[in-house]
């Protein structure tokens, strides 16, 4: 037998070995910085770092008037916001705005400003501060991919194959003990949210949807709350006008700014 002859079974059997070996598992550290990547991406792909919005807020309860309040949104960076409420009448002026760590509001009937937490329900609705002052959410969260390609349905009934994350805060950090967020492994959108107790038990649950989207910027969206510790309550929100700025002027983040502003608000055409 010739060399070349004898060396065949030998090479296949090596050829066999190898395709039997596993490739090699990705470390935890290149697991957990892959998931922070989406995470980051999927923090900017429904509000960018900088921008301006219109926002409204529906709390519905069977048996009570529904409540509505509409807004003026700025968002600069991950720290700074400002809501100024334009809707109803009887609120007009009040504003809500959180600069770094502290949140504040302003009551302009009484000319008062009164801190609040980031645990406090938004206006009495499914919403906390964290929910819409909080969305920058790799600061805050240890994230893990625990699943890849299943399906999850937005408000309007489409399905979107997703990757499952697993947020857990980080010690220290301000938000929710445990998260699991749905986001469309194309787009990065966030499709769902459930929130939970340290103990496990589930809080909440946000789905979004309506999405409308320009080039890449999303300029409009909607997002519906199921409080599991009030399942009697129906919030909604819906956001729109979105735009994206290449800055933000530092002066709308102020308390004095807030006492004093008194914007020209168009009317809304949706």
Request: some cysteine.
């Amino acid at each position: 037998m010739s060399t070349r002859s004898a060396l065949v079974p030998i090479l296949a059997a090596a050829l066999a070995l190898s395709a039997a070996i596993p490739a090699p598992a990705q470390s935890a550290e290149a697991q957990s910085a892959e998931a922070l990547d989406v995470l980051k991406k999927a923090d900017i792909a429904l509000v960018p770092r900088n921008a301006d919005f219109r926002w409204a807020l529906r709390v519905e309860r069977e048996g009570e008037p529904v409540k509505e309040n509409r807004f003026l949104g700025f968002k600069k960076g991950d720290l700074k916001y400002l809501f100024y409420t334009y809707y109803p009448d009887s609120a007009y002026g009040q504003c809500h705005l959180r600069i770094d760590a502290a949140i504040w509001m302003y009551l302009p009937l009484a000319d008062d400003t009164v801190k609040t937490s980031y645990k406090s329900a938004f206006l009495g609705s499914g919403l906390s501060y964290a929910d819409v002052m909080y969305n920058e959410l790799a600061r805050y969260y240890d994230a893990k991919i625990i699943e890849r390609g299943g399906s999850r349905r937005d408000l309007d009934g489409t399905d979107h194959s997703c990757v499952a994350l697993e947020l857990i805060a980080r010690k220290g950090a301000d938000g929710y003990a445990r998260i699991l967020s749905y986001i469309d492994e194309s787009s990065f959108l966030t499709i769902e949210r459930e929130y939970f107790t340290l103990s496990g038990q589930r809080l909440k649950s946000i789905v979004y949807g309506s999405f409308e989207i320009s080039g890449r910027t999303v300029t409009a969206f909607r997002l519906s709350i199921a409080n599991d510790l009030d399942p009697g309550q129906k919030t909604t929100a819906r956001f729109w006008n979105l735009a994206p700025k290449s800055e933000m002027p530092e002066k709308y983040f102020s308390l004095n700014f807030a006492r004093t502003w008194q914007p020209k608000v168009e009317p809304d055409k949706q």
